[in-house]
C-alpha cells in the first residue's frame, strides 16, 4: 500500500506551490531563467498569427459579426504546450533538496569537584554564606558542561563521595541540593582525606583528562593523610587539579547576635598548602572573596577543559525532476490530443 501511495506521489498539486518550488536547490539554476522567455515566445507567436494570417473573404452584415467567450477555448492547445516546455524547463534544472545530517562526538572529560561544608563555609562574607555560593556557581558551570562524567566529593574533618561520576546532571544537581553543614559529623577541613575520595573515584577511569576541582576556605587540619601526599598521588594518576580558596581575609560576619545583628570574627587563610596541591597537581590556584570573581575562576576552567569535538557530516540529495518530467509528458500527451480536436483550427495550422 505504501509502495503504491509513492508511486502515485508525483500526481499531487503541492509540487507547483511556491513554497515546495522555493524550498529546492537547484542544480541548473539558470535555465530557470529561460521559462519567461517561454511566455514571451507565445505572446509573439500569438501576435505575429493574430496579425499576418491568412483570412477569408466573408459577406456578411455588421450585425451578424459578434465575438463570443467560446473563441477563447482555441487557446487552450497552445496554453497547454507552454506548460509543456515550462516542465521540461523546470526538470531540466534539476530540483533537488539536500538533508545535512551532523553527528558530533566527544571523548569528554572526568571531573570530581570537591566541595568544603566544615562549619566556616557558614561565614557570610559571601550572601547567604560561602557554601550556598559554591553550590550555585557550581551548577551554573555543570549546566554548561556537554557529554562529560562529573562526581561530586564533600569533605569537613572526613570526606565521602555524595555523586559517582556521571552524565545524568539532573541527578548531579538534585546531589547540590541536599549539601548542608550536617552531613559529617567530624569537624575541621580534611583536604588530603578529599583528595583520597577523588583518587579512588578517577584511579580507574580510563579517559584520557581527569580534572579535580577543590573548594575549600581554610588549611587542612583534620584527616589522617597529608594533603600534599594525596596530591602527589592524584597526579601519579594524571588527575589534574585545579583549588579555589573562598572567603576575605579580616573581620567577616559569622552568624547573628541576640539582637540580630552579625557576629564579626577575624579570618585568615593560609594560602601555601591549596598553592602547593594545584602546582603537583599540574594546575591553576585561585583566590576569590566575593561570588562574581568565583563565577569568573569557573568560567575559566570551563575553558580551559575543553573535550574535542569530532565532526561528522552526511549529505543526503535527492531529485525531483521526474515528478515535473511525468507531467510534462502527460500533458504533451493532452496536447496532441488537442490537436485532433474541434480547439484546433485547420485554416492556422
Known amino acids: 500500500m505504501k509502495n503504491n501511495e509513492q508511486l502515485y506521489d508525483w500526481l499531487s498539486l503541492e509540487w507547483f506551490f ?25 505572446i509573439i507567436r500569438w501576435l505575429i498569427r493574430h496579425r499576418f494570417n491568412q483570412k477569408l473573404p466573408i459577406a456578411l452584415e455588421k450585425k451578424d459579426v ?3 467567450p467560446w473563441a477563447l477555448v482555441r487557446l487552450i492547445p497552445d496554453f497547454v504546450l ?65 557529554q562529560d562524567r562529573i562526581g561530586l566529593v564533600v569533605f569537613s574533618g572526613d570526606a565521602f563521595s ?4 556521571t552524565t545524568d546532571y539532573e541527578l548531579l544537581n538534585k546531589y547540590f541540593e541536599e549539601v548542608n553543614f550536617d552531613m559529617i559529623e567530624n569537624k575541621g577541613t580534611a583536604i588530603g582525606s578529599a583528595l583520597g575520595v577523588v583518587i579512588n573515584r578517577m584511579g580507574e577511569s580510563e579517559t584520557k583528562s581527569k580534572v579535580a576541582i577543590l573548594l575549600s576556605d581554610g588549611d587542612s587540619n583534620a584527616g589522617n593523610i597529608d594533603p600534599i601526599t594525596a596530591a602527589e598521588l592524584a597526579a601519579a594518576y594524571g588527575i589534574k587539579i585545579y583549588t579555589i580558596i573562598v572567603g576575605r581575609e579580616g573581620m567577616v560576619p559569622y552568624g547573628k547576635d541576640f539582637f540580630g545583628r552579625p557576629n564579626m570574627i577575624e579570618n585568615t587563610v593560609n594560602e601555601t598548602t591549596m598553592r602547593k596541591i594545584a602546582d ?14 568565583l563565577q569568573q575562576v569557573f568560567n575559566q576552567i570551563n575553558e580551559f577543559e575543553k573535550a574535542e569535538i569530532k565532526e561528522t557530516r552526511y549529505k ?9 518530467l511525468r507531467w510534462a509528458i502527460v500533458l504533451l500527451l493532452i496536447w496532441l490530443a488537442l490537436k485532433s480536436s474541434f480547439m484546433s483550427n485547420i485554416l492556422q495550422d
Open 18 to 42: 511556491p513554497s515546495t518550488l522555493s524550498a529546492y536547490d537547484w542544480e541548473q539554476l539558470w535555465i530557470l531563467y529561460c521559462v519567461p522567455g517561454v511566455l514571451l515566445l507565445f
Open 66 to 68: 459578434h465575438t463570443t
Open 82 to 146: 507552454m506548460l509543456v516546455l515550462t516542465l521540461l524547463l523546470i526538470a531540466l534544472a534539476r530540483p533537488q533538496r539536500t538533508n545535512e545530517k551532523v553527528e558530533q562526538f566527544t571523548e569528554g572529560i572526568d571531573i570530581m569537584l570537591a566541595l568544603d561544608i566544615s562549619q566556616s563555609m557558614q561565614i557570610s562574607d559571601f550572601e547567604p554564606n560561602r557554601l550556598e555560593v559554591a553550590k550555585i556557581v557550581a551548577k551554573k558551570f555543570i549546566s554548561g558542561r556537554k
Open 162 to 165: 555524595l555523586a559517582p561520576l
Open 280 to 293: 603537583i597537581g599540574g594546575g591553576i590556584f585561585f583566590r576569590v572573596q566575593d561570588e562574581e570573581a
Open 316 to 324: 543526503d540529495t535527492s531529485d525531483y525532476y521526474q515528478h515535473y
